[in-house]
C-alpha cells in the first residue's frame, strides 16, 4: 500500500484519497481542530506538504513519499526549514472568449451554454487540478495547477464556484470531529468512521445521526469534541455526547473571486450568484480561526470605535488569514448587523485567494531587458566593468580611471555613446513642430549646423537635453540623452499628434551606433580613418569614416575636439577596431561612463536627472541663454513667463574647492550654520588641481552667497566651465 | 542552439496613404509597424516613394531574425506571450514576448521571431 509520511511516520493511503482523508484515515490530525469543509475554504486542513507551507490537503491528491508536516504548534508562521526546491514554475497563457470557474451543476449549464453560442470557452474547477487564485485586470484568470501556473485571459469570466456551508462559532469550535454536513458525508464515503454523530441544523446524507435540538450553546472535550451542549426552547440545557459533529447551518455564496472581479466583466451564476442570509450573531467562540479573532476581540474593537467593516476587519485582523474571510465573514457581517442596526456590505476582496510559492507568483514574469550597445561584446573583452545606466549596459570604467581621463585630455579615446537617442524628423511642418517644441529659434539653424538645446515641459521645467541639426529646410535629425530616449518619441509624436502637424518620424534610436571620438588628437585619427576636412565646431556631414557610412557630428561634451560618429549599428565593431588600430601610436584609450562624467562637470555640463530636479528651469539652472522668449510660442513658455515673476529662490551653481577630497554627490551645503543646499556633481580634478563641483544654492536675501561650507570645508562659487572657460580646445 | 541572424532591411515612414499605394520590390516583405511605418525585409536597393517626398527611407541593419517550426514557436509563446496571436496565415503581429520587444511573422507552418539587436542576447536567453 502506498505511503505518505506525516511527522516522520509513514501512514498508508487509498488511491483517490486526499493527504487530509489520508491523516484522517490514520488517526491523525493536520491542525489542531476547527470545524472541517474539505471543500478548500477553511483553514483547518492546512499543513506543509514538501516543503510548501499552507497546503490545503483536502485538496491535494495523497502521493507515495509525500512529506507533511504540521504547522508550527506556536502560532508562528511556517517558515521554510530547507532550501526551497522547484522554484521556477512554468505558466502557459490561454486565451478564450469566456472562462467558467467551477464546474459544478451552474458551471457546467453555463460552459454549455457559452459553447452552444459559439463561444471559445474554458473551464476551470479544482477538482479537476485548476485552483484559481486570482482574477486581475483583462480580465486574466489565473490558477495553479499540476503543470504549472496557467493564465486564462478570457473576454468575460462566469464565476460558478457554489456555496461555502456555514462553520459554527460557538466556545469550543476549535475541537477536533467538528466538521460540515457535506464533509462528514465526505469522509463517510471514504469509508472513515465518524463514530456516534450528533448533527446540529440539517443532517449529513447517507449518514445515521442523532439530530441536536435547540440553540448552540457550546462544544465540549479535551483537545477532540466529546459532546455538543443546546439550550431547549425553554431555556434548558441538553447535552449530547458524541464522536463527530455535523454542522448543517445553511450556505453563503462562495463569492470572493466575484468580488475580487468587481469592476471587470464578471459574472457569478448559480449558488455563487445568490445573495447571502446572514447567521445569527454569535455571543461568544471564535470567528476567524486564521488569525484567532473571537466573538469578544470584535466586541473589543467595536467599543474601541471600530464600526465599520474595514476598520474592523483592519483592527482585529478577521479575514485577513488563508482562507481571506470563506469561513468569517458572514459572521462579521451578523456582528454588526446587530450592533450597529445596518447590515454592511463584505470588505473588499482582491486577489491572491490562496496562498502562493514565489515561484507560482512569479511564474511567466520576466523582468525588463536591459538593451545592449552593439559594442557591447567589446566592452567585455576589453575587461569594462559594466553597468545599467540610462536603461542600457555601459562600460563604467575599463580598469583605470585616471588613464583613460588622460587619454581624453591629452590624446584621443573613443567612447560608446550608442545609448543616445536618435530620431529623424521630415514635412512640410517639421521646422513649425520644432519651433513649438523647443525654446530655441530652430528657423536659424542653417543646413548642415546643430544647435545645443533644452527641451522642456509644460510647466517649464527641463525635460532633457540634446541637439538639433538640420539636414535640409524640411528635414531634421534630434539628438536626446540615453535615459531620455524612451521617452523622446512618446514627447515628439504626441505633439505632432495634438497640433495636427504634418511631419513624419523615425526613431533610430537602437538602430545606430555611435561612438564618441574625442581629445587632442582626434583631428589626426579621423584624417587617418578618411576624414580630409575637419569639420567646424557644430558642423555635421554624411561621409564614410574607415569605410563605414556616418553621419558626424562636431560638438564637444568633453571639453575636448570631439565628433560622434552616428552609424549603422550593424558596422559599430568593425569601427571601433579600425579607430582603435589606428589610434595605437597616438596613445588612443576607450573611456567609460565614470570618466565622462568627470570631464564632463570640469566643463560645467549638466546631466539631466542628475543636476536637475523635477522643478528645475532654465533660470534654476542658470541656462536662459539657451531659451528665446521672444519666439511666439513653444512648450513651457508661458509656465516660464509666470514663474520668472516669482523671486529665484535657489540655482544650480559652480563650486570649487581648494583640496580634495571630493565631497559625495548629495552633501548638504551650508551657509553660516544654515541649510544651504547640497551637491549635485564633483570631482577633484586632476588636470585643475582643486576639487570642482555643480550644486543646488539657495539664495539669501536674494543674494547667492560667496561661500558655503560643504564637509566641513569651504567652497567657493565661481563660474562655470571650470576648465577652459574660453573653449578654445573643443573648437580646436 | 538557435541563432538570431541580422535581417537586410529598410525602414520606411510616410503618409500612409502613400504607404498604402506603393508596391515593393518582388522579394521584399513589407511589414506595417505602425500605421505611418513599415519594416520591409529583404530589401536594400534604394526605394523610392513617389507619393511622398517627405518620406525618411533608411537602411535598417539592427533587427535580428530567428525562424522556428510551427509546434516549437507556439509552445515558447504560451508561455511568454500574454497576447493573443492573430489566427490567420500569413500574419504580422508585435509586441512583448518574455517582456522583451518581438515583431513575429507567422507563416503556416513557422514563426519568423525578430527581434533588434540590443535585445538579442536577452532574447536568447529568455527563449531556451
Request: charged fraction near 20%; charge should be negative.
Amino acid at each position: 500500500m502506498p505511503r505518505v509520511i506525516f511527522e516522520n511516520q509513514p501512514i498508508d493511503f487509498h488511491e483517490g484519497d486526499s493527504v487530509l482523508i489520508a491523516l484522517l484515515r490514520a488517526g491523525q490530525h493536520p491542525t489542531a481542530g476547527g470545524c472541517l469543509c474539505l471543500a478548500g475554504d477553511c483553514p483547518h486542513c492546512l499543513a506543509t506538504v514538501d516543503g510548501v507551507s499552507y497546503t490545503r490537503t483536502c485538496q491535494t491528491a495523497a502521493r507515495p513519499g509525500q512529506i507533511i508536516q504540521r504547522h508550527p504548534a506556536n502560532g508562528e508562521p511556517p517558515l521554510p526549514t530547507a532550501p526551497a526546491h522547484n522554484v521556477e514554475v512554468p505558466a502557459r497563457n490561454l486565451h478564450c472568449e469566456v472562462a467558467v470557474i467551477g464546474q459544478g451543476a451552474a458551471g457546467r449549464a453555463a460552459a454549455d451554454e457559452a459553447r452552444a453560442a459559439g463561444k471559445n470557452v474554458i473551464a476551470l474547477d479544482s477538482k479537476h487540478g485548476q485552483e484559481v487564485i486570482g482574477i486581475y485586470l483583462g480580465p486574466l484568470v489565473v490558477a495553479r495547477t499540476a503543470e504549472g501556473m496557467w493564465h486564462v485571459h478570457a473576454q468575460e469570466v462566469i464565476v460558478a464556484t457554489g456555496a461555502v456551508e456555514l462553520p459554527p462559532v460557538a466556545p469550543g469550535n476549535e475541537l477536533r470531529g467538528i466538521m460540515t454536513a457535506r464533509a462528514a458525508a465526505q469522509l463517510h464515503a471514504a469509508g472513515i468512521n465518524l463514530g456516534r454523530v450528533v448533527a446540529i441544523g440539517a443532517p449529513p446524507e447517507n449518514i445515521p445521526a442523532e439530530l441536536a435540538e435547540g440553540t448552540l450553546l457550546r462544544f465540549e472535550g479535551e483537545s477532540k469534541v466529546e459532546a455538543v451542549v443546546t439550550q431547549t426552547a425553554a431555556g434548558a440545557e441538553r447535552r449530547w455526547p458524541c464522536d463527530t459533529v455535523s454542522i448543517g447551518l445553511g450556505l453563503t455564496p462562495r463569492d470572493t473571486l466575484l468580488r475580487i472581479g468587481n469592476g471587470l466583466n464578471v459574472r457569478a451564476v448559480g449558488e455563487a450568484a445568490q445573495s447571502a442570509s446572514l447567521p445569527p450573531c454569535p455571543a461568544a467562540g471564535t470567528v476567524c480561526h486564521c488569525s484567532s479573532v473571537s466573538v469578544a476581540d470584535l466586541d473589543a474593537a467595536w467599543e474601541r470605535g471600530f464600526r465599520e467593516m474595514e476598520l474592523v476587519k483592519r483592527a482585529t485582523l478577521a479575514g485577513t488569514g488563508t482562507c481571506q474571510g470563506a469561513a468569517c465573514l458572514p459572521y462579521l457581517r451578523s456582528f454588526l448587523a446587530e450592533r450597529g442596526g445596518t447590515v454592511q456590505a463584505p470588505f473588499t476582496a482582491r486577489p491572491v485567494t490562496r496562498q502562493l510559492t514565489l515561484g507560482e507568483a512569479a511564474a511567466g514574469a520576466h523582468h525588463r531587458a536591459t538593451p545592449r550597445t552593439a559594442l557591447d561584446a567589446e566592452h567585455r573583452k576589453l575587461g569594462a566593468r559594466m553597468d545599467r545606466v540610462g536603461g542600457w549596459w555601459r562600460p563604467w570604467t575599463y580598469g583605470n580611471f585616471l588613464e583613460e581621463y588622460w587619454a581624453v585630455r591629452e590624446a584621443v579615446s573613443l567612447g560608446d555613446v550608442s545609448t543616445l537617442g536618435k530620431m529623424l524628423i521630415s514635412g512640410p511642418d517639421a521646422l513649425e513642430l520644432l519651433e513649438r517644441l523647443y525654446p530655441t529659434q530652430v528657423s536659424t539653424i542653417k543646413p548642415g549646423r546643430s544647435r545645443y538645446v533644452l527641451l522642456l515641459n509644460e510647466r517649464g521645467y527641463v525635460l532633457d537635453d540634446g541637439l538639433i541639426s538640420r539636414d535640409s529646410e524640411t528635414r531634421f535629425a534630434l539628438t536626446f540623452t540615453s535615459g531620455g530616449a524612451s521617452m523622446a518619441e512618446m514627447w515628439v509624436r504626441d505633439w505632432a499628434e495634438s497640433w495636427g502637424l504634418d511631419v513624419r518620424l523615425l526613431n533610430q534610436t537602437m538602430s545606430l551606433g555611435a561612438i564618441n571620438v574625442t581629445g587632442p588628437l582626434t583631428h589626426e585619427l579621423l584624417r587617418r580613418a578618411g576624414l580630409s576636412q575637419p569639420l567646424q565646431y557644430m558642423q555635421h556631414v554624411r561621409t564614410e569614416v574607415a569605410g563605414v557610412p556616418c553621419r558626424l557630428y562636431r560638438l564637444s561634451f568633453t571639453g575636448e575636439i570631439s565628433y560622434e560618429l552616428h552609424h549603422p549599428s550593424e558596422h559599430s565593431t568593425k569601427l571601433w577596431r579600425t579607430l582603435l588600430e589606428l589610434g595605437r601610436d597616438l596613445g588612443i584609450r576607450p573611456h567609460g561612463i565614470e570618466t565622462l562624467l568627470k570631464l564632463r562637470l570640469e566643463k560645467g555640463h549638466i546631466i539631466v536627472g542628475q543636476d536637475t530636479d523635477f522643478d528645475s528651469t532654465p533660470r534654476r539652472v542658470n541656462m536662459e541663454w539657451a531659451i528665446k522668449m521672444t519666439k511666439p510660442y513653444f512648450v513651457g513658455q508661458q509656465a516660464i513667463l509666470r514663474t520668472n515673476k516669482i523671486p529665484l529662490d535657489k540655482q544650480l551653481v559652480a563650486l570649487e574647492m581648494a583640496e580634495g577630497p571630493a565631497p559625495l554627490e548629495g552633501e548638504v551645503l551650508w551657509n553660516n550654520g544654515e541649510y544651504a543646499g547640497y551637491v549635485t556633481s564633483s570631482f577633484q580634478s586632476p588636470v585643475l588641481g582643486k576639487v570642482v563641483m555643480l550644486a543646488w544654492l539657495k539664495l539669501f536675501n536674494d543674494a547667492l552667497p560667496e561661500t558655503v561650507t560643504v564637509a566641513g570645508r569651504p567652497a567657493h562659487r565661481v563660474n562655470a566651465p571650470f576648465y577652459d572657460q574660453e573653449g578654445a580646445r573643443a573648437r580646436a | 542552439m538557435p541563432a538570431l541572424e541580422t535581417l537586410t532591411a529598410m525602414r520606411i515612414v510616410a503618409a500612409p496613404t502613400a504607404l498604402d499605394s506603393t508596391q515593393w520590390p518582388q522579394n521584399a516583405l513589407p511589414l506595417r509597424t505602425a500605421p505611418d511605418e513599415i519594416l520591409l525585409l529583404n530589401a536594400s536597393a534604394p526605394i523610392s516613394l513617389p507619393a511622398d517626398e517627405h518620406a525618411l527611407i533608411e537602411p535598417e541593419g539592427s533587427f535580428m531574425g530567428l525562424w522556428l517550426p510551427m509546434s516549437e514557436a507556439l509552445e515558447f509563446l504560451e508561455r511568454t506571450c500574454a497576447w493573443e496571436l492573430p489566427v490567420a496565415r500569413p500574419a504580422f503581429a508585435q509586441g512583448a514576448v518574455a517582456n522583451v520587444p518581438v515583431k513575429l511573422w507567422l507563416e503556416p507552418e513557422r514563426i519568423l521571431f525578430i527581434v533588434q539587436a540590443p535585445f538579442a542576447a536577452d532574447f536568447l536567453e529568455r527563449l531556451r
